[in-house]
Nanobody
Framework: QVQLVESGGGLVQAGGSLRLSCVASGRIFSINAMGWYRQAPGNERELVASIRNGGSTAYTGSVKGRFTISRDNAKNAVYLQMNSLKPEDTAVYYC????????????????WGTGTLVTVSS
């Protein structure tokens, strides 16, 4: 019922920047929190940053001061501006959204994108 599509990944040199985008579509009633997770080879998926519909944000420690999450509620979109990228930021980045659908508006469910690869070369 809900699809999340990410874009903006790619290959960048250390110190460079990338901007990830994610747009949710489908039978959406409302979206609570949206966030970005990442998973590097051999590692578990970890939360990178999240933003609630009121605008409050949270970041994992390793990206504070370098990454900025934002959202456009009118477009059901979330963005991740990544600056000063490091090789250890290399991972598949996944978009996540807590969505109330039109058919199930009382409860929010988690939806995931298919991921976009970010590779940072040293």
């Amino acid at each position: 019922q809900v699809q999340l599509v990410e874009s903006g990944g790619g290959l960048v040199q250390a110190g460079g920047s990338l901007r990830l985008s994610c747009v949710a579509s489908g039978r959406i009633f409302s979206i609570n929190a949206m966030g970005w997770y990442r998973q590097a080879p051999g590692n578990e998926r970890e939360l990178v940053a999240s933003i609630r519909n009121g605008g409050s944000t949270a970041y994992t420690g390793s990206v504070k001061g370098r990454f900025t999450i934002s959202r456009d509620n009118a477009k059901n979109a979330v963005y991740l501006q990544m600056n000063s990228l490091k090789p250890e930021d290399t991972a598949v980045y996944y978009c996540n959204a807590e969505v109330r659908t039109i058919s199930s508006w009382r409860y929010a469910s988690d939806y995931w994108g298919t991921g976009t690869l970010v590779t940072v070369s040293s």
